[in-house]
């Protein structure tokens, strides 16, 4: 995508001025005796591309309906640069919203959509012109700006929803799910023009997805909600590599949970019977004791196919038998059912592998810094 020839987030800000673009503080949104969202806050500092990521039912849409200003909060606080913008409506927070099914006016062509927002405010007709130009010349649709929205194609009615949305140049980008209607390639390429997009602007944007590989590849910070409460917040590898939860390290990803007893511990190591293999792990987080139960994240590329050859070292060893497998292209995607512990899953590359067969004994490696000892949801 092309930008404007000037980015709509490049404001001059005071020494006053708080870090924080927008501050969500201790919100909570009540229907009746149903807790929508429960004590959430959060920061997003300016020009950060942050994902509401969860489950359907987790409040992700709910919270950004209320940053909207659609919704209003049962108690707590939203403020961008520090003032509280809880009284506002919606139409003066000058925020952007791209919804999930567009929300294209049908009997306006593509251009009269795009303008609406300007037209509504009564800027001049020139400036509106110029603007409009500029906006379908962003995301492409300059050959378009005479259709209307039932002439495009699914991706061209999102890059229009998009250029309405910014052409007034909002402080703030909401989306909510604007990808979900698209198939698999056609959602690939607008997710790498999206982020594109962001990083020539430099505006904040607010995504909500319940896709966690599109969270992943997109964002510079995600936060995880389930049931109305934030879990988890951070960047996606710090999520992905140190998940803080069984809930977190299943959602984002996938990954195979091991469950055992303490056997030994050291201040940076334990080693702990699984079935009836002891195994080891490296950063053990919180107090570990020898007699306690403890849970290990497991991610399926972390784990090796060892051929049990002297020469091969590995801080931990299973033996199992391969009880199925895809093909995925660059990977074999295996089901090992180990005795004793349950089916483990590994990702391993085609290339350096022999087919598998169904039934054949394996040996399974990795290192013991390759978990991470989680605690129970």
């Known amino acids: 995508m ?26 909570t949104k009540r229907y009746g005796t149903i807790v929508a969202l429960d004590d959430v806050s959060l920061q997003v500092e300016r020009g950060r591309f942050v994902t509401l990521l969860g489950p359907s039912g987790s409040g992700k849409t709910t919270l950004l309906m209320i940053i909207a200003g659609f919704v209003s909060p049962t108690e707590g606080s939203i403020r961008i640069d520090g003032n509280s913008i809880n009284s506002l409506p919606p139409e003066r927070r000058n925020f952007g ?78 989306l909510d799910e604007p990808l979900s209607a698209l198939d698999k390639n056609l959602r690939s390429d607008l997710q790498m023009e999206l982020r594109d ?46 998940p803080m939860s069984r809930f977190v390290a299943g959602f984002l990803g996938r990954s195979n949970f091991l469950s055992g007893t303490v056997e030994s511990a050291t201040a940076d190591a334990f080693s702990y019977r699984c079935g009836n293999f002891l195994l080891r792990q490296m950063r053990p987080g919180d107090a570990v004791i020898r007699g306690n139960s403890v849970l290990i994240a497991l991610r399926p590329e ?9 020469d091969e070292s590995a801080d931990n060893r299973l033996v199992g038998r391969v009880s199925a497998f895809n093909y995925l292209g660059g990977v074999y995607h295996l089901v090992v059912t180990v005795e004793g512990v349950g089916q483990i899953m590994v990702d391993t590359p085609t290339w350096r592998q022999e087919v598998p067969t169904v039934g054949k004994e394996i040996m399974l490696g990795w290192e013991a810094d390759a978990s991470i000892s989680l605690s129970e949801d």
């Open 2 to 27: 092309r930008s404007f020839s000037s980015s709509p987030a490049q404001n001059s800000a005071g020494s006053n001025t708080p870090s924080s673009a927008l501050s969500i503080e201790r919100v």
């Open 97 to 174: 919203m791209v919804f999930q099914g567009y929300a294209l006016f049908p009997h306006m062509t593509v251009a009269e959509n795009v303008a609406f927002a300007l037209k509504v405010r009564r800027r001049p007709r020139a400036e509106i012109a110029d603007a409009v130009s500029r906006a379908l010349s962003m995301v492409q649709l300059e050959r378009f700006a005479d259709r209307l929205p039932r002439q495009l194609s699914g991706g061209q009615q999102q890059r229009a929803a998009l250029a309405r949305a910014l052409i007034f140049q909002p402080k703030l980008l909401l």
């Open 197 to 242: 997009l962001h990083q020539r602007l430099g505006l904040t944007f607010i995504y909500v997805t319940h896709d966690q590989q599109e969270a992943l590849s997109m964002s510079d910070e995600i936060a995880i909600l389930r049931d109305g409460r934030l879990i988890q917040k951070g960047t996606p590898a710090m999520l992905y590599e140190n």
């Open 302 to 310: 972390k784990i090796h196919l060892l051929t049990g050859a002297a």
